[in-house]
């Protein structure tokens, strides 16, 4: 990612068990950049939070910019997105 100064790049996520919860669930910021750096473990923010992970993931990027002037075009950017899944080891 790359965040010019004045930029900042908002990580949120919400997780649910169904596709119909994953619509109500609540939002959940997992990270904003800058003060920190990618990459982003979703996983293990939700874990630090407290926040139990469903079957269903939704991950949204916020971008944004304050501007000094009309004029001034400044822009966060997002350069890769990787997504690794992790599944549970089965107990018993």
Do not use: K, N
Not at 31 to 47: C, R
Not at 68 to 82: A, C, D, G, K, Q
């Amino acid at each position: 990612a790359e965040t010019p100064e004045g930029t900042r790049i908002v990580v949120r996520v919400r997780t649910a068990e169904t596709r119909d919860e994953l619509e109500e669930a609540e939002w959940h910021v997992v990270s904003t950049m800058p003060p920190e750096e990618p990459p982003v473990h979703v996983g293990e923010a939700l874990i630090d939070a407290g926040i139990p992970q469903g079957r269903f993931l939704m991950i949204e990027l916020i971008l944004e910019a304050e501007r000094t002037s009309v004029t001034e075009v400044i822009t966060p950017r997002v350069l890769s997105i990787e997504q690794q899944l992790s599944c549970p080891s089965e107990v018993g």
